[in-house]
């Protein structure tokens, strides 16, 4: 037990995840009151998610999106197929028309402490994000107008504009313990 308290000790953690752990898991047990630490939300997963519509006339278009998820998230996207044919759209059932990736772990720590410090601020005319977006069950989403945000994305290689989706999962039971998490982290809200 002791080697194993010791390898992680050694290992480099995130930064948000560090200050969520000495920081803010106290004031959430002690705002909720909480008897369990267990029962302190926690974050899950990010998803973050391109939809790519012209991919169904142009078949080149979904590689510049995926490999603008892979330079802003650092893994692989998942190709999304087409589920059924619609005739209006002129899509076929398997065409690809998006793409998405999960970050898990110290991944999706970085992702979000990247996102938070570093593309949110860099978003014109910027005024928050809406603390309406909650799911009922503590998950937030939100959109990204453009992919230029980010600072991996090189302005002058764009093929075209993109937006994200952007969802945050948490151990939240509920939207207020959920906002209040990612108040805690960090998170830009509106003042209601």
């Given at each position: 037990m002791a080697n194993a308290t010791a390898a992680v000790a050694g290992k480099n953690q995130p930064r948000?995840?560090?200050?969520?752990?000495?920081?803010?898991?106290?004031?959430?047990?002690?705002?909720?009151?909480?008897?369990n630490p267990m029962q302190v939300p926690g974050l899950v997963k990010i998803v973050v998610n391109t939809g790519v519509g012209e991919a169904a006339r142009d078949s080149k278009v979904i590689d510049g999106a995926v490999k603008d998820l892979t330079l802003i998230t650092g893994q692989k996207p998942q190709v999304t197929k087409a589920r059924k044919?619609?005739?209006?759209?002129?899509?076929?059932?398997?065409?690809?028309?998006?793409?998405?990736?999960?970050?898990?772990?110290?991944?999706?720590?970085e992702f979000l402490d990247r996102l938070l410090t570093l593309a949110l601020p860099r978003i014109r005319d910027f005024r928050g994000l809406s603390p309406k977006q909650f799911d009922g069950n503590g998950n937030y989403t939100f959109g990204v107008q453009e992919q230029s945000i980010f600072h991996e994305i090189?302005?002058?290689?764009?093929?075209?504009?993109?937006?994200?989706?952007?969802?945050?999962?948490?151990?939240?039971?509920?939207?207020?313990?959920?906002?209040?998490?990612?108040?805690?982290?960090?998170?830009?809200?509106k003042a209601e």
């Open positions: 948000l995840k560090q200050k969520y752990r000495d920081e803010i898991t106290k004031t959430l047990t002690e705002e909720f009151g909480y008897a044919s619609i005739a209006q759209f002129k899509l076929r059932e398997g065409m690809p028309i998006g793409a998405h990736v999960t970050l898990r772990g110290d991944r999706a720590w090189n302005q002058d290689q764009i093929d075209r504009v993109r937006g994200f989706d952007i969802t945050v999962v948490t151990t939240a039971k509920t939207d207020d313990e959920g906002r209040a998490l990612l108040r805690a982290l960090g998170f830009p809200f």
